[in-house]
């Protein structure tokens, strides 16, 4: 059974450009969750989507925004990128959404310079 | 509202026990516990439920002190492939996880 898949695994921007990052959850999970790791915040919650629904949003300005599509893939987009938004950008799915176990992709290391 | 673990880094020798500590100054209905290997992602330990009931691995042990609002993460015999940063997650509703800032665990030979 395939794990979460995150494309790309690493990506360098600018300053003020956008990126699209990918998710694509274990066969059969309906819930996706983004979550961003620094090494000085630590892992914050971003979003999650169930069945083409955010379900819940975490405390990030409105630069940061997702989505997901019917076959449960998942989008997170970040526009006019800020130096601190370099960090490590992972995915996780999961078969539903109440309180379950988690199944983390491998990450998208974004660099802005 | 990030839960507090302790400590933040730890050494150990392999064999020796550790305890990993997670507290939270809100009510917690469930703690969740992953560990993430350097360059790797986390990976599912264990789910606490508020109530008593545990989910998840049979090598590694915890408990759930609600009164306390805290959380231990009990390591015995320690493998070398018990190295990493172990996090702990309180819920915030659905999948919404807040983690602490983790601890270190290194076990040397």
């Known amino acids: 059974k395939a794990g979460v898949t995150q494309t790309p695994r690493y990506l360098i921007k600018t300053r003020g450009q956008q990126v699209t990052l990918s998710c694509s959850p274990i066969?059969?999970?309906?819930?996706v969750s983004w979550y961003q790791q620094t090494p000085g915040q630590g892992l914050q919650f971003l979003f999650e989507?169930?069945?083409?629904?955010?379900?819940n949003k975490g405390n990030f300005p409105g630069r940061f925004s997702g989505r997901q599509f019917s076959n449960s893939r998942s989008e997170m987009n970040v526009s006019t990128l800020e130096l601190g938004d370099s960090a490590l950008y992972l995915c996780a799915s999961s078969f539903g959404t109440n309180a379950e176990k988690l199944f983390f992709g491998s990450g998208t290391q974004l660099s802005v310079l | 509202q990030q839960p507090v673990q302790s400590p933040q880094a730890v050494i150990l020798r392999e064999g020796e026990d550790a305890v990993i500590n997670c507290s939270s100054s809100?009510?917690?209905?469930?703690v969740h516990w992953y560990r993430q290997k350097h360059g790797e992602a986390p990976v599912f330990l264990m789910i606490?439920?508020?109530?008593?009931e545990q989910k998840g691995h049979d090598k590694i042990s915890a408990s759930f002190n609600e009164k306390k609002q805290q959380s231990s993460l009990y390591l015995t015999a320690s493998q070398l492939s018990y190295s990493g940063t172990y996090f702990c997650?309180?819920?915030?509703?659905?999948?919404?996880?807040?983690f602490g800032a983790g601890t270190i665990l290194r076990v040397k030979s």
């Open positions: 606490l439920l508020k109530g008593g």
């Open positions: 997650g309180t819920e915030l509703g659905g999948n919404k996880l807040v």
């Open positions: 809100k009510a917690l209905y469930s």
């Open positions: 066969s059969g999970h309906r819930s």
């Open positions: 989507y169930f069945s083409e629904t955010q379900r």
